[in-house]
């Protein structure tokens, strides 16, 4: 069994978005809900994480001040949606991200420390698709870039690979490490032709010195498990087989699941576990075990908090 | 949808007594396929373009280069010599989509666009249009694609435009087409969001239905 940390504070869910949005503080509830219910004693044997407000200069290792500022002022003066009717926000929503934030680094600090193996982060709001200085799709801080710059900066990390398993592309972390060789960017996702946000086409390769650094696989709708693991061995094992990262960051969305209607594409329980089986392989063999998941997205909410249980005891081992 | 939002305005042109040499140079040097050709008083006298240039040279493989006379032939090409004076023009007020059948007819790549005195404005070239159509398509915007289908009668467009509204979602652009089952259409709403599970449900209700992508191709057209 490794040790497998949890990162969880009822803090997070303090952003409301409003009744029948989608990205709801009941994703997080349930997920908990399901981990105590579990047999076992799985949260028991998590290493549990409290949240933190992160220091904005780590915010700033990805996200314009500008950004920062127009976030905590929008909260400050009661604003209901920052810059698209997508993005809902309350008075506490740049808090409850600045505590997301502040977690992960922990997270990733008790794990460079060895103090724990790796880890799940059980965070809202999401983070994929959130630029350097654009917030979009429920997304504003993005997490797992901040996670990379911050292994990179604070634990002089050199090669970090980053597996995106949300059923929509991460434009985001793409954008930001799209010239930077040191950080290795593969997506799955359904395609953009039908899918949001409209990019990560198999031809974006990257930039400059980080050309071929990125790698984007996409599913036509309608198709599920066999051709995930199809691209997933042909695409994702081969790069990492030669990029060996240093340490994994996954950015686990759940919303490519058959019963999430978010999307069209249909995997099923099981092609989930395999994945993330496969992934905690890869780091065994490439990253002695070090692997930090972050939540994205997932927007059916029983099976959400069946996934991630499934994702934890991956992380666990037996 | 008129040429002159849509065309580009800093032209680089070229003067009829210079080299075709020259005119590859420039051509190279900003990445351009057509140069109008102007005189002193920006009047559009035709169109070179990197196709005329290459049809005036010899052949890499012919040896004629090393001859002196015909080198000497070849240097004194001037622009004049090789370009289009039969050229199509357009006005700022024609429309994006007289250009888009007109490169579609003749097989030409850009037209010099002028006004009604024959001076120079701009240029519209295949590059343009892509981006107008892009552009047009909403898909310089994070958006979501929708395929329904829908009965082939007045008013559903209106309904289904209707109930994405009612949802606070922007339409980046709708496209229609022609479903393989008599009376029916298909349509293909791009929304402006990443929350469509909602419309979604809303539309299935309205009696609409989601139209697979993957079912959806071109061998299930009728022929025409």
């Keep these: 069994m490794r040790k497998t940390g949890f990162l969880y504070d009822e ?33 028991s044997r998590l290493i549990r994480i409290k949240a933190r407000r992160a220091e904005q200069r780590w915010i700033e290792i990805v996200h314009s001040i500008k950004l920062i500022f127009r976030f905590e002022e929008a909260c400050s003066w009661g604003m209901k949606e920052l810059d698209h009717p997508d993005n809902k926000i309350c008075r506490e929503s740049f808090e409850t991200a600045m505590l997301a934030v502040g977690g992960i680094l922990d997270t990733v600090d008790l794990m460079m420390k060895g103090e724990i193996d790796n880890a799940f982060c059980a965070v809202r709001p999401p983070g994929h698709h959130a630029e350097v200085n654009r917030v979009m799709g429920f997304c504003y801080f993005n997490n797992v870039a901040i996670a990379a710059r911050y292994l990179r900066d604070k634990w002089k990390v050199q090669r970090i690979g980053i597996v995106d398993f949300d059923v929509h592309h991460g434009n985001g972390t793409q954008n930001i490490f799209e010239d930077d060789p040191s950080v290795f960017y593969y997506s799955i996702h359904e395609h953009p032709s039908f ?3 409209g990019t990560g086409r198999e031809f974006e390769k990257g930039s400059g010195e980080g050309y ?104 666990l081992g037996d | 949808m008129f040429i002159d939002k849509s065309m580009t305005r800093k032209v680089i042109t070229i003067r009829p007594e210079a080299g075709i040499i020259e005119a590859r140079e420039k051509m190279d040097k900003h990445n ?58 357009f006005t700022p007020h024609d429309t994006l989509t007289d250009a888009l059948l007109m490169m579609h007819k003749t097989k030409k790549g850009a037209f010099p666009i002028v006004d009604w005195d024959g001076k120079l404005k701009g240029i519209i070239s295949i590059r343009d249009l892509i981006r107008a159509f892009i552009n047009v398509m909403g898909l310089d915007q994070p958006g979501t694609l929708l395929c329904l289908v829908a009965e082939d009668k007045v008013g559903q467009m209106k309904r289904i435009v209707d109930a994405i509204t009612e949802e606070g979602i922007s339409i980046g652009s709708i496209l229609t087409a022609r479903h393989w089952d008599e009376g029916k259409r298909a349509v293909f709403p791009y929304l402006l969001t990443v929350n469509v599970t909602r419309v979604k449900r809303k539309l299935q209700d309205m009696g609409y239905t989601l139209l697979d992508p993957m079912e959806w191709s071109l061998e299930g057209l009728p022929v025409i």
């Design chain 1, 11 to 43: 803090r997070f869910l303090l952003h409301q978005t409003g009744p029948e949005h989608p990205e709801s503080p009941e994703r997080l509830l349930a997920i908990y809900r399901e981990l105590e219910d579990a047999d076992a004693g799985l949260l």
């Design chain 1, 195 to 197: 899918a949001y946000p």
């Design chain 1, 212 to 315: 071929g650094f990125t790698l984007n696989s996409p599913v036509l709708p309608g198709q599920g498990d066999t051709e995930y693991k199809g691209l997933l061995q042909r695409d994702l094992f081969a790069a990492f087989g030669w990029f060996k990262p240093e340490v994994i960051l996954v950015s686990a969305g759940f919303d490519a699941h058959i019963d999430d209607d978010m999307s069209d594409i249909k995997l099923s329980t099981e092609c989930f576990s395999w994945i993330m089986e496969n992934i905690v392989g890869m780091a065994d063999e490439y990253s002695s075990g070090r692997v930090i998941s972050i939540l994205e997205g997932g927007y059916a909410v029983d099976r959400l908090a069946e996934l991630v249980r499934n994702h934890i005891e991956i992380l």
């Design chain 2, 32 to 89: 351009i396929r057509h140069l109008p050709v102007v005189d002193e008083d920006n009047n559009v006298l035709g169109i070179i373009s990197d196709r005329d240039i290459r049809s005036a040279l010899p052949s890499v493989f012919s040896a004629s280069l090393e001859e002196p006379a015909e080198r000497e032939r070849i240097l004194g090409l001037t622009v004049g010599d090789v370009m289009t004076e039969d050229m199509i023009t």
